[in-house]
């Protein structure tokens, strides 16, 4: 039983829905830097935005990757290593790659899509002691924390 109150409402929801922007990250894995900037781009975004991320090649989750999110206060152990969604992509008001590999495989976007292209290295493929493979995976997500922040102000000043 929906009053006409309720259904006002839940209309209104979904405009609010699809009035939010899109970000979407892409890596060539999807399973560090476009893990950490989907997870930072909730966390400092709130619901203000819709974040996504997608890879070429998806290869699951890196264990360190959410290691490290975990000790700035940021879970992403619920999130997942998806394929490139086309769809979403063509929807999409900003497309962000985050490695070379990404930006020039990339599918081709309409131009009403942004595109930026954060060229990070990828921590995974470090070699070293523990500890240093752990400090090459904080450095890359301090940047792209960094990074993350400049882009949100950048999407809700493009937004007025």
Same mark, same amino acid.
């Given at each position: 039983?929906?009053?006409w109150?309720?259904?006002?409402?839940?209309?209104?929801?979904?405009?609010?829905?699809?009035?939010?922007a899109i970000?979407?990250?892409?890596?060539?894995?999807?399973?560090?830097r476009?893990?950490?900037?989907?997870?930072w781009?909730?966390?400092?975004?709130?619901?203000?935005f819709r974040?996504?991320?997608?890879?070429?090649?998806?290869r699951g989750v890196h264990?360190?990757t959410?290691? +490290?999110?975990r %000790?700035? *206060?940021?879970?992403?152990?619920?999130?997942?290593s /998806?394929?490139?969604? $086309?769809t979403?992509?063509?929807q999409?008001d900003?497309?962000i790659?985050l490695?070379?590999?990404?930006?020039?495989?990339c599918?081709?976007?309409?131009?009403?899509?942004?595109r930026?292209?954060w060229?990070?290295p990828?921590?995974?493929?470090?070699?070293?002691?523990?500890d240093?493979?752990?400090?090459?995976?904080?450095? +890359?997500?301090? %940047?792209? *924390?960094?990074?993350?922040q400049?882009?949100?102000? /950048?999407?809700?000043? $493009?937004a007025?």
């Amino acid at each position: 039983m929906n009053s006409w109150a309720e259904k006002g409402e839940s209309e209104r929801q979904r405009e609010n829905e699809e009035q939010r922007a899109i970000l979407y990250f892409i890596c060539t894995g999807n399973s560090c830097r476009s893990q950490m900037a989907e997870g930072w781009a909730k966390y400092l975004g709130g619901d203000r935005f819709r974040v996504y991320s997608g890879g070429l090649e998806p290869r699951g989750v890196h264990l360190m990757t959410v290691e +490290v999110m975990r %000790e700035v *206060g940021i879970d992403i152990s619920g999130q997942t290593s /998806d394929p490139i969604d $086309a769809t979403l992509l063509t929807q999409a008001d900003w497309a962000i790659t985050l490695c070379g590999d990404a930006e020039e495989r990339c599918p081709v976007t309409p131009p009403t899509v942004k595109r930026l292209h954060w060229g990070l290295p990828d921590p995974a493929k470090v070699t070293g002691s523990p500890d240093e493979i752990k400090d090459a995976f904080r450095r +890359v997500r301090d %940047e792209i *924390g960094r990074r993350v922040q400049e882009l949100l102000k /950048d999407v809700a000043a $493009a937004a007025r």
